[in-house]
T-cell receptor, first 110, second 116 residues
Framework: SQQGEEDPQALSIQEGENATMNCSYK?????LQWYRQNSGRGLVHLIL???NEREKHSGRLRVTLDTSKKSSSLLITASRAADTASYFC??????????WGAGTKLIIKP | NAGVMQNPRHLVRRRGQEARLRCSPMKGHSHVYWYRQLPEEGLKFMVY????????ESGMPKERFSAEFPKEGPSILRIQQVVRGDSAAYFC??????????????FGNGTRLTVT
């Protein structure tokens, strides 16, 4: 079953603005990962944050994790047209499977 | 270092035919995952394989679907007697780590199966 739920389902912002996407999950996790999917392509890994970490940065990306609320957020700063894509969170527990959310569709308007 | 290669990119089959989807993992990766994705939806896990072993096929329908990852050659996802409901994008991902949840997955660009 799908555990991660991204919010919002769709987000449209102007180029240069910041974009924030959220992910909620239900069970305990070892880590949470964010992926990007461009239309018609496979998924690309962005960031992995472990359950004992609270925040992680990679370039213009900032991910936070709140295990008490079972939620994570992905912030993209200074958005660009090339950031237009769907963004998925996936949670890993003690099993080997990742559980995926349905994604947030991000549109950056020039 | 070549990424995960899937072929074909697009596959059209008539109802009742067989579909064979191939996936060559990244070099050095021995763990392969197959996922299915419907339009505007997330990924649904199908099967997890290591070389010559099916580790978890709990996401794969018991009938008509099978998967293998032989010692030599690509992983194959096989769908027999396809029906319209099998139309979807099928993604393969690989990882080097035994604990696949703990390392990033590398995805291919998928095979888009259309059943007419």
């Amino acid at each position: 079953s799908q555990q991660g739920e991204e919010d919002p389902q769709a987000l449209s912002i102007q180029e240069g603005e910041n974009a924030t996407m959220n992910c909620s999950y239900k069970t305990s996790i070892n880590n949470l990962q964010w992926y990007r999917q461009n239309s018609g392509r496979g998924l690309v890994h962005l960031i992995l944050i472990r359950s004992n970490e609270r925040e992680k940065h990679s370039g213009r990306l900032r991910v936070t994790l709140d295990t008490s609320k079972k939620s994570s957020s992905l912030l993209i700063t200074a958005s660009r047209a090339a950031d237009t894509a769907s963004y998925f969170c996936a949670t890993g527990d003690s099993n080997y499977q990742l559980i995926w959310g349905a994604g947030t569709k991000l549109i950056i308007k020039p | 270092n070549a990424g995960v290669m899937q072929n074909p990119r697009h596959l059209v089959r008539r109802r009742g035919q067989e579909a064979r989807l191939r996936c060559s993992p990244m070099k050095g990766h021995s763990h392969v995952y197959w996922y299915r994705q419907l339009p505007e939806e997330g990924l649904k896990f199908m099967v997890y394989l290591q070389k010559e072993n099916i580790i978890d096929e709990s996401g794969m329908p018991k009938e008509r679907f099978s998967a293998e990852f032989p010692k030599e050659g690509p992983s194959i996802l096989r769908i027999q007697q396809v029906v319209r409901g099998d139309s979807a994008a099928y993604f393969c991902a690989s990882s080097p780590d035994k604990k696949g949840y703990d390392s990033p997955l590398h995805f291919g660009n998928g095979t888009r199966l259309t059943v007419t």
